[in-house]
C-alpha cells in the first residue's frame, strides 16, 4: 500500500503529489510513502518537490540523524572519561593498560566505519538508525556491568571497552543516510550540521558523566553507562517516528574501487590521520593525561578540549571556502605542532596553565583542520579531469571521503598507544610530543608540497 506523504501539521492530500511541472520531458515518479515508511520518487534535485515537500521531510529526518548520532560520539567516548576513574572504583591498573582502554574503541569505530556507510540502501535510514541506536545498549550496558566488577581480567574490560566502538561507525552510516535526503546546492550544511552535533558528543560526556556518577555519597560509576539506556531508546523512538526510508538510493561499492585506485585518497587518508585523528585521539587522551599529570586538577574541565575541537570544525569550512582548504590545513599542522611544542614547556616547567592553554590550540586546530581536509577532496578529484568525467570523478571523491573517514579515525588509537609507550620506555609524555610534532611538520610540507605550491596543477584549481 502506498499513500501520500504527509508533513506533520499538514492536511493529507488526496492523492500522491505529482511533482512533474519543472520537468516535463522526463517526469520524475510520484512521491509516495509505502509502508514501513518508504519513500518512493525521492529526488531533492527537483525544485518544486524540494520546496513543497522535501525539504521540512529531509529537516525532520535530519533532527533525529543528529540526535543519534549525537549519542553515537557519547558512547564512543565513554572509556575515556571512565578510566581516569577506575582505580577510584578498585580497579589496579597501569599506564599502558589505562592507555589501551582508551585506544581500542577508536580501533573497532574506525574498522566499522566503511561496513556501516553500506548498511542505509540495505536496510533503511530509518531503520538503520533504529538499529544502530539500540546497539548503543551493548556498549553501555557492558561497561555499567564491567566497572561495577574490579575482579574482572584485563582482556574482559579490554573487550567490554572495544564495544564503544560500535558508537564511532554511527558517523558512517548517518552522513550517508543524510546525503540521500538533501540536493547538491544544500548538501554541505546538512552533513556539517549532522558532523558537527556528533562531535559535540565527546566533549559533553567528558563534562556531564562525572557530575552524574560522582552525585550523592560515593562514586558509581556503572552510572556513567546506565545513564544512556533511556536516551537510547528514546533515539530509536524519535527515528521509529519520524525518519523515513528511501527506496532506490546506492552506496555505490564502484566508488570506493575508484577512490582505493586514486593515489590522493592515500595522501588525503593520511593528512586525516593528523587532522581528525588528533581531534580523536587527544579527545580520548585528555582526561586521562590531566589525572596523571595534575592530580590536583578536577577532572571535569577535561571536556572543555573536545568541546572547543567540535565547535571549530564548521570553521574549517567556512575558512578553507575563502583561502582555500590546503592552504588552511597546512597552517593547521602548524599550529598542531606549536601546540604540541607548548604542551612539552608545560610539562617541563610545571605549568598547568601552559599544558592546558597548548592542548586547546591543539584541539582548535584539529578541528579547523578536520573541515579544511574535508574540502580539498572534490577540488583535487576535479583536477585535470576533462568535463564529460566529472561525474566519475564526484562519485570517486565521495568514496574518498569515506575512507578518509575510517583511516583518520585510526589517529584515536595510535595518539594514545604513543603516550603509553612514550611513559613506559621515558616515563613522560614528552618524547610522544616530540614526535608529533615531527609528524606535523612533514604532514605540512607535504600538503604544501602537493597543493599549495604555486607550480602544483591543484594550486592552480584552488585546492
Keep these: 500500500m502506498t499513500t501520500s506523504i504527509t508533513p506533520p501539521g499538514e492536511l493529507p492530500n488526496p492523492a500522491p503529489v505529482d511533482v512533474t511541472a519543472d520537468a516535463p520531458t522526463s517526469p520524475p515518479a510520484p512521491l509516495t510513502m509505502e509502508k514501513g ?98 546497539l548503543l545498549l551493548i556498549p553501555a550496558i557492558g561497561l555499567a556491568w564491567a566497572v561495577s566488577n574490579p575482579q574482572i581480567s584485563f582482556t574482559t574490560l579490554l573487550i567490554i571497552a572495544g564495544l564503544a566502538g560500535f558508537g564511532g561507525g554511527n558517523f558512517a552510516s548517518s552522513m550517508t543516510n543524510i546525503s540521500f535526503f538533501y540536493p547538491e546546492r544544500e548538501k554541505g550544511k546538512a552533513l556539517g550540521l549532522n558532523a558537527a552535533g556528533g562531535n559535540l558528543g565527546t566533549g559533553l560526556v567528558q563534562m556531564v558523566v562525572p557530575i552524574v556518577v560522582t552525585a550523592g555519597a560515593g562514586l558509581a560509576l556503572n552510572r556513567a553507562g546506565l545513564m544512556f539506556i533511556p536516551l537510547v531508546l528514546i533515539a530509536a523512538i524519535v527515528a521509529w517516528r519520524s525518519m523515513d526510508n528511501l527506496r532506490d538510493v546506492a552506496s555505490d561499492p564502484k566508488s570506493f574501487a575508484q577512490a582505493g585506485r586514486h593515489p590522493h585518497t592515500w595522501l588525503i587518508s593520511f593528512l586525516y590521520i593528523g587532522t581528525f585523528g588528533s581531534f580523536i585521539g587527544y579527545s580520548g587522551a585528555f582526561p586521562t593525561l ?85 574540502r580539498m577532496i572534490p577540488a583535487v578529484f576535479r583536477t585535470g579531469v576533462a568535463p564529460e568525467h566529472l561525474l566519475t570523478v564526484r562519485q570517486a571523491a565521495a568514496g574518498c571521503i569515506g575512507i578518509a573517514g575510517a583511516v583518520g579515525a585510526i589517529g584515536g588509537f595510535l595518539i594514545p598507544r604513543g603516550f603509553a609507550m612514550s611513559t613506559s620506555m621515558a616515563g613522560s609524555l614528552i618524547p610522544a610530543l616530540l614526535v608529533f610534532i615531527g609528524v606535523y611538520l612533514f604532514m605540512a610540507v607535504l600538503t604544501w608540497v602537493l597543493y599549495v605550491r604555486s607550480t602544483s596543477a591543484f594550486a592552480r584549481e584552488g585546492v
Excluded at 71 to 99: I, N, R, Y
Design 37 to 134: 515508511r518508504w519513500i518512493s520518487g525521492w529526488d531533492p534535485e527537483n525544485t518544486h518537490q524540494w520546496e513543497t515537500q522535501g525539504r521540512k521531510i529531509a529537516r525532520r529526518n535530519l533532527n533525529g540523524s543528529i540526535y543519534a548520532e549525537f549519542l553515537g560520539f557519547c558512547v564512543w567516548a565513554l572509556w575515556s572519561v571512565a578510566v581516569p576513574m577506575l582505580p577510584e572504583a578498585g580497579f589496579s591498573l597501569t599506564v599502558d593498560q589505562q592507555f589501551w582502554l582508551i585506544a581500542v574503541p577508536s580501533l573497532v569505530g574506525a574498522a566499522m566505519r566503511i561496513p556501516y556507510t553500506f548498511t542505509v540502501p540495505v536496510f533503511g535510514g530509518r531503520n538503520w538508525t533504529i538499529i544502530s541506536a539500540l
Design 290 to 374: 590531566l589525572k596523571n599529570e595534575f592530580p590536583e586538577v578536577t577532572l571535569s574541565i577535561a571536556f572543555l578540549g573536545a568541546l572547543v575541537g567540535a565547535l571549530t570544525r564548521p570553521l574549517g569550512g567556512i575558512i578553507a571556502d575563502r583561502v582555500g582548504g590546503a592552504r588552511l590545513t597546512v597552517v593547521c599542522f602548524i599550529a598542531l605542532a606549536a601546540g604540541a611544542l607548548g604542551a612539552i614547556f608545560g610539562l617541563r616547567t610545571g605549568s598547568f596553565a601552559l599544558f592546558f592553554a597548548s592542548f586547546l590550540v591543539l584541539f582548535a586546530a584539529s578541528g579547523i583542520g578536520n573541515g579544511s581536509t574535508y
